[in-house]
Nanobody
Framework: QVQLVESGGGLVQAGGSLKLSCAAS????????MGWFRQAPGKEHEFVGA????????YYADSVKGRFTISRDNAKNTAYLQMNSLSPEDTAVYYC??????????????????WGQGTQVTVSS
């Protein structure tokens, strides 16, 4: 069982940056692939990006490629989402998710095994 807790959300102006953290409980954090999703009001969960257990492979949605960066620190049981050049279209609740297969990248919400409670990101114009 893994518990995930996101933090770092908030209100930021367009063009600004935020860094989200996802702290995981339990052992063997490196055994889990991690993903980030977001959900705007009235919309489905949207894949943002993912990282393998070792951190060696990352994959991003086209909408965030070049602006967002996913990383992880397995010694701290924490994954990160650095978001730059934010726009109002990035406003959403952001979730991290963990999958027991550390070596693959998954892009669908239901392919993950554990999810955090989400953190709100609001970008003002």
């Amino acid at each position: 069982q893994v518990q995930l807790v996101e933090s770092g959300g908030g209100l930021v102006q367009a063009g600004g940056s935020l860094k989200l953290s996802c702290a995981a409980s339990g052992r063997a954090f490196s055994y889990y692939g991690m993903g980030w999703f977001r959900q705007a009001p009235g919309k489905e969960h949207e894949f943002v990006g993912a990282i393998t257990g070792s951190g060696g492979i990352t994959y991003y949605a086209d909408s965030v490629k070049g602006r967002f960066t996913i990383s992880r620190d397995n010694a701290k049981n924490t994954a990160y989402l650095q978001m730059n050049s934010l726009s109002p279209e990035d406003t959403a609740v952001y979730y991290c998710a963990a999958d027991r297969n550390a070596d693959r990248i998954y892009i669908k919400w239901r392919e993950y095994d554990y999810w955090g409670q989400g953190t709100q990101v609001t970008v003002s114009s």
